[in-house]
């Protein structure tokens, strides 16, 4: 992988001052909707409602803000785990925000797409994913990467299959493979660097997510369930991402 490349500028900030910094990809790893519903006595799935609208806030929120692509951990390879009803839930949740979104997605410019492996979900969700891509690929105000069946370790291990199997066909040396060789077949290959990892909860860890592409983004951990997570606290997140010195292991 590059190095990063410097951070995008928007608005300015107080007289005198140069101009903020802003991130061009933030991720969020979006935490906390079945706690969120439990305090307040409802079922996980009301948490996972409460969570998709503050997807679209968050959205806005973005595209707002100048941020270019926005990836969000939807679905990890380990919610599997998670019981049949939930897992059914949260399927029929994408079914119906999907549906009701497109076309406002499509009208702001929004280009959606996916990592992970989507197509584990069944033929019927699947293409309304498919087809939902290619109805807003040519838009280029900002890019909502859905992070769906998606687990870091696994797609780091694809990429070095892909790698090894480059070398036994002859198509590339041993030594070429490098950093930049490995990122380029990571699923965000395409993607600016990550510049800023959002996690709400209270939880302090990545969860198996975007492992390769944050070895150099800002973390910020916020106390807060997923379902509260508004406008205020994504600017809080971008004004500490813009209070910070990012040196690349330099001084």
Partial sequence: MSQP???SQADAGSPGEGPRAVPRHVAIIM?????????????RVAGHRAGAEAVRR???????????????????SENWRRSEEEVTDLKGLMRFYLDRELEELAKEGVKLRFIGEPSAFGPDLWERLQKAAAKTADNDRLTLNVALNY????????????????VADG???????????????????DLPDLDLLIRTSGEIRLSNFLLWQ??????????????????????GA???????QRRFGGR
């Fill in 58 to 76: 968050t959205l806005k929120a973005a595209v707002k803000a100048g941020v270019e692509c926005l990836t969000l951990y939807a679905f990890s």
């Fill in 31 to 43: 935490d906390g909707n079945g706690r969120w519903a439990a305090a307040k006595g409802l079922p």
């Fill in 151 to 166: 687990g870091s370790r696994a797609e780091i291990a694809r990429a070095a299959q892909c790698l090894a199997s480059k």
């Fill in 214 to 235: 944050a070895a150099y983004s800002e973390l910020v951990f916020l106390d807060l369930y997923w379902p509260d997570f508004d406008d205020a606290a994504f600017q």
């Fill in 171 to 189: 198509q590339m040396d041993a030594a070429a493979i490098d950093e930049d060789a490995m990122g380029a077949m990571m699923q965000t290959a």
């Fill in 5 to 7: 490349a410097p951070d």
């Fill in 238 to 244: 971008l004004d500490q991402y813009a209070g910070r």
